[in-house]
């Protein structure tokens, strides 16, 4: 039977048999024992399905990435320790030393780092583009050694759309997959497979967990792209691996591909594993990720038209806005709602800005995002400290953006908040 999202936000991934627990259980592990030798050395050849490791598999985490496969309509997926964690598996997954992919530049701060910064250390090179070229000028940045392409349904924290239809075609016309971080949309907004892209993550840290309770992230492969198609591009998934007595992923596993071999080998080796507790809290948030998500939607909405109309604004970002630039992109792929951040600038000097943060009662200053409680952050004055005006205008971060994450309380109270806040200035 098939299932409405709300369903099986509740409902996936694990279904209790006669007389076992109806909560899905906390399987607090290392390891799992075996009667027979050869049993324990099929599952380490990968000839047979079971569990031996906490760091590579765990029935708790198993359940709780099989639900979100199939909210996003995924055909396999795997918990990892954090949504960094996640973004770096993705890309590393197929890319190598002497290797190329593109990415939007307007994503996550940490992310941008990951790419542009840390795996440049490995030997892999990213080009950040501006999401908002056209498709001709895009398609000028790919080189025989692209892999892959990165991008996110809504940037954070400048809240842009991505435009699907144009990446997913770039990706494809060029024979890589298209990879999307969908943490702030969510599978309850969007689901980005269903318009193009191969492989979502996300920061389960965010709306997913929703308390401010863990860190985590997850990967979901849709099973569409065909890796055999263009084996040249990857050995790894398309070539024996020596490491499993000469395995080839794509031909052995089939849709099971892409996440199996980051299973084996990246988290063998790298062990960015997620606590079963983590992700028991991780599934608490998720069932009742649906009806959240309305409410910081509805919060967001009402905020963002009282900020709007506030003549102490300089402007507001927020694509739920109808006269947003990319409000009809919004109503296109997230035609329920795009998600409860939004961001703002002020008239006014920066220090007036550290008076309005400071001076909010409800609204607390963190460097947290998507969670219950409403949240805000200055980028300039905090995550992209160290950056220039003009650096930050580059990064797609305009100096005075603030970035404000509305939680699940009344909306009018946070406006109230807002408002006394602004009367400081």
């Not at 099986?8 to 109806?22: D, I, W």
């Not at 993550?201 to 569409?224: Q, R």
Request: proline letters at 4%; hydrophobic letters at 35%; aromatic letters at 10%.
């Amino acid at each position: 039977m098939s299932y409405n999202i709300e369903t099986k936000c509740v409902q996936s991934g694990y279904s209790p048999k006669n007389g076992e627990p109806r909560q899905m259980p906390i399987i607090q592990s290392t390891t799992f024992k075996y009667s027979t030798s050869d049993e324990m050395g099929r599952l380490f050849d990968l000839e047979a399905e079971g569990y031996f490791y906490t760091r590579l598999q765990n029935p708790t985490n198993d359940m709780v990435a099989a639900k979100i496969c199939d909210m996003e309509g995924g055909a396999a997926a795997m918990l990892t320790s954090s949504g960094q964690a996640a973004n770096f598996f993705a890309v590393f997954n197929i890319c190598e030393a002497g290797d190329h992919f593109i990415s939007a530049s307007s994503i996550y701060g940490g992310t941008y780092n990951l790419f542009g910064v840390t795996m440049k250390k490995m030997g892999i090179e990213c080009t950040f583009v501006d999401q908002t070229l056209p498709y001709e000028e895009l398609a000028k940045y790919f080189r025989p050694n692209t892999k892959c392409v990165f991008g996110e349904t809504l940037t954070n924290p400048t809240v842009n759309v991505l435009d699907f239809e144009k990446f997913a075609r770039l990706a494809h016309d060029h024979g890589v997959p298209l990879i999307v971080d969908n943490t702030f949309a969510t599978p309850i907004n969007c689901r980005p497979i269903e318009h193009g892209a191969d492989i979502v993550v996300h920061s389960t840290t965010k709306y997913m967990d929703g308390h401010g309770t863990h860190i985590g992230g997850c990967i979901v492969d849709s099973g569409n792209f065909d890796w055999m198609a263009h084996a040249d591009k990857y050995p790894g998934l398309c070539t024996p691996d020596d490491s499993y007595h000469g395995i080839t992923y794509a031909e052995k596993f089939g849709k099971g591909a892409y996440i199996t071999k980051a299973t084996a080998q990246l988290m063998r080796d790298l062990g960015c594993v997620q606590s079963p507790q983590n992700a028991f809290y991780l599934n608490l948030g998720l069932e009742s990720l649906a009806c959240r998500v309305r409410q910081h939607c509805s919060n967001a909405m009402k905020v963002a038209g009282y900020l709007k109309n506030n003549d102490r604004v300089a402007w507001v970002k927020y694509p739920g806005l109808e006269d947003d630039p990319e409000h009809a992109m919004a109503e296109k792929y997230m035609p329920n709602g795009t998600c409860g951040v939004l961001c703002f600038g002020l008239k006014g000097t920066r220090e007036e800005c550290n008076r309005f943060m400071d001076g909010l009662k409800l609204a607390t200053i963190e460097t947290h995002v998507a969670d219950s409680h409403t949240c805000l952050l200055h980028p300039a004055s905090h995550t992209h400290r160290q950056m220039s005006d003009e650096q930050l205008k580059e990064a797609g971060v305009a100096p005075d953006l603030i970035r404000f994450s509305c939680g699940l309380e009344n909306a009018d109270d946070i406006i109230a908040d807002i408002g006394q806040a602004l009367a400081l200035i």
